[in-house]
């Protein structure tokens, strides 16, 4: 039973000091809403995934000219060069 009341008090206690800080706040869901306009003023979101986009189908155009050079097998055994192996 003292065990059972000392751990109601620290979850008093907890509880307390949790509402103590939300009730310090003037308006928590202005504070809040405020923060995300000026996250989403400050990285806007379409420009990024505009640019996100834009670099993707770069990629895949480099990708493309890339698997179009062909590089030659050289043998050097016939050019008497087998020192190239070692």
Do not use: C
């Not at 800080?21 to 379409?46: A, C, I, Q, V, W």
């Amino acid at each position: 039973f003292i065990t059972n009341t000392v751990y109601n008090k620290q979850i008093d206690q907890d509880l307390a000091m949790a509402f103590n800080k939300d009730l310090k706040r003037k308006s928590p869901m202005t504070d809040d809403y405020g923060k995300l306009e000026l996250f989403h003023e400050l990285f806007n979101m379409s420009a990024l995934s505009e640019e996100k986009e834009k670099i993707e189908s770069e990629l895949v155009l480099a990708e493309a000219k890339a698997s179009d050079v062909k590089v030659p097998y050289i043998d050097w055994y016939k050019l008497n060069e087998p020192q190239m192996f070692d």
